[in-house]
């Protein structure tokens, strides 16, 4: 037998003990909502699916008033179909893992069925009105490989794709009699009438080539295609294509749906929210009505749905989860309970109420006020949605947020966030990524993506730029020491910063800073040490956490524990750290890796993983006794064990892999949780384990 080259592997690590009653992640009810790309309906109107990208497939039996969670975690779901009878559910997957997923049981278990299919994410799903011929389309982000066609429920596919000159499939639609079938591409719309043996070519007329949507009216005599600039209409199979000016143009049109008896059609629209035609589309109405995103304009649409008799309306969103509507009166309503998808960014605590603020990517400011377990929206008068940092002032308590994208700056709330006002005059570059006071409150430093860092000594009321030596104004971590004395920027892609005259000047502070893509900057109580938290953008090299004992003049990696692949080389992707509020303990967000704590200043680290069926972690806070530590795992990670799974890294002997997908977890992965602090102690440990010279870790 062929000897194994062995090494030893010295593992030193600090053991947080607790008792096991005190240490249990406790997930929260809330809040609710999130991207959903897929929803289906089942032939008897009694169940309805949404698909949400990287939470799983939700399940509702009482038109959307509650969901409950089936399955499919970490899973981009772009398309959901049904067979005729109701027997069979289908899932396409583009994202986190790829290929067609089936259940027979309602979602209870899936089994992957894609046998033939090759790479690309599945992106669309068809089925005959027969049931008997299944499609799917691939493609995302550039790795469609055309359509493939299933006969015997998804046991094996076929590649369908002559004549298609672009394989970047967006979108499929199969008439009612099966005669026809047209594919969307990012190039071009084709048509086949031998069940995807040949395509033609079929966009006379369309100019924008880039096709998102199709749908053909029951009687096969309307043909509709949903393109980034609106709506085209043809009434020859696709012969020749019209564009409508009318009500949908220059909307990005994302999805279709036809009522069952032809009588309205209805198209999504990207930040237009939804058109209806009851005359095959010779007008269309905006029915927006209650279909409104914090911005105050309708949200992002990517899918529709239709229960079988026409009654009710489904819409799942880019951040605000499903909305639903009766069709006779289109007065749309929030239907997110139990939809736990919702990626939370940044957390807070009110020294005034002890409620704890979340905020969160597109859907504004939750409250809690029982320790996290229940959330309230809190977002009177704000009108930016996706919060990147709370902060609040030691002097009077007033809470402010700072937002990113539409709409974005900072707002100040001054009753408890009842009430939200916008704050940015002189915020020349409003795109936040992070805010800050200094110790005694007399001013605030607000960091922009792309604009440097602006300081306020008025509670906002005005902003100044201080970028003077900031020779990288993509500016994502900001910190206060906590003498007030000095002041350190954390960019993306230029290391730290530091300025010790309230960020008039700055001066580069990167020796030892082998990673300068820095997501998060927290320093000791006694101004002691700095951490930096770092991306693994460039490839990975030196990521994970650097510790600063001299005010920044240099840096030392502190990984040790922190999964990784080599002495150079960390797998570790620093989202958020966290301090207990007496220095003692530090704790880190990662991606995909879960969460990891120190109490000898990052000296060794060790996992808190245990219970958490998702190990990507957006956020993280300790409140400010130090009783609990909160965090928000979101969708689109990897569960299970973080040290195996799915890619492999080959690092000076060392085979690696992260992230296993575990697609039957019975939970939902996508939640704040909560664990006691209480009971604690440090202990140190040392084990000497003999690996092969590749191995598995």
Known sequence: MKKLRRIIVIISFCLLIANPADSQWVQSNGPYGGSVHALAVSPDGIHVFAGTWGGGIYLSTNNGASWTFTGLNNSGISTLVISPDGKNIFAGCSAWQNGVFLSTDNGVSWTKV???????????????????????????????????????????????????????????????????????????????????????????????????????????????????????????????????????????????????????????????????????????????????????????????????????????????????????????????????????????????????????????????TDNGINWTPANNGLTAGSIQRIAISPQDSTIFAGAWGWWAGVYSSTDNCQSWMPCNNGLENNSLKSIAFSSDGSKLFAATDGGGVFRSTNGGANWTAVNSGLTNVTVYSIAVSPDGSTLFAGTFGGGVFRSTDDGSNWTAVNSGLTQQYISSLVITPDGGKIFAGTNFYDNGKGAGVFLSTNNGASWTAVNNGLPSYSNDYFLIDIMALAMAPNGNGLFAATACNGVYATTDGGLHWTSMNDGLPNLLVTAIAVDPAGSYLYISTASGSSTGSAKVGEGTFDGGGISAKVGVINTAAADPVSSVWRRSLAGFVTSAEEKTVQLPRRCTL
């Open 114 to 368: 894609s046998s033939g299919l090759q790479r690309g994410g599945v992106s669309v799903l068809a089925m005959s009105h027969d049931g008997q011929k299944l499609f799917a389309g691939t493609g995302f982000q550039g790795n469609g490989t055309g359509v493939y066609l299933t006969t015997d429920n998804g046991s094996s596919w076929t590649a369908r794709n002559n004549g298609l000159t672009n394989t970047q499939i967006n979108t499929l639609a199969i008439s009612q009699d099966g005669s026809q079938i047209f594919a969307g591409t990012n190039s071009g719309l084709f048509r086949s009438t031998d069940d995807g043996t040949n395509w033609t070519r079929k966009d006379s007329g369309i100019t924008n080539s880039k096709i998102l949507s199709l749908v053909l009216s029951p009687d096969g005599m309307h043909v509709f295609a949903g393109t980034e600039t609106g709506i085209y209409h043809s009434t020859n199979n696709g012969t020749h294509w019209t564009a409508y000016a009318s009500g949908t143009f220059n909307y990005q049109i994302s999805s279709f749906i036809y009522s069952t008896d032809g009588s309205a059609v209805y198209a999504g629209a990207w930040s237009g929210g939804v058109f209806r035609s009851t005359n095959d589309g010779l007008s269309w109405n905006a029915v927006n009505d209650g279909l409104l995103e914090i911005y105050q304009v309708p949200p992002g649409i990517f899918c529709l749905a239709l229960t079988p008799d026409g009654n009710h309306i489904y819409s799942g969103t880019q951040s605000s989860g499903i909305y639903h509507a009766a069709t006779g009166t289109m007065v749309w309503n929030e239907a997110n309970y139990g939809l736990l998808n919702e990626r939370i960014l940044c957390f807070a605590f009110n020294p005034r109420n002890n409620d704890i603020l979340a905020g969160t990517e597109g859907k504004g400011i939750y409250t809690s």
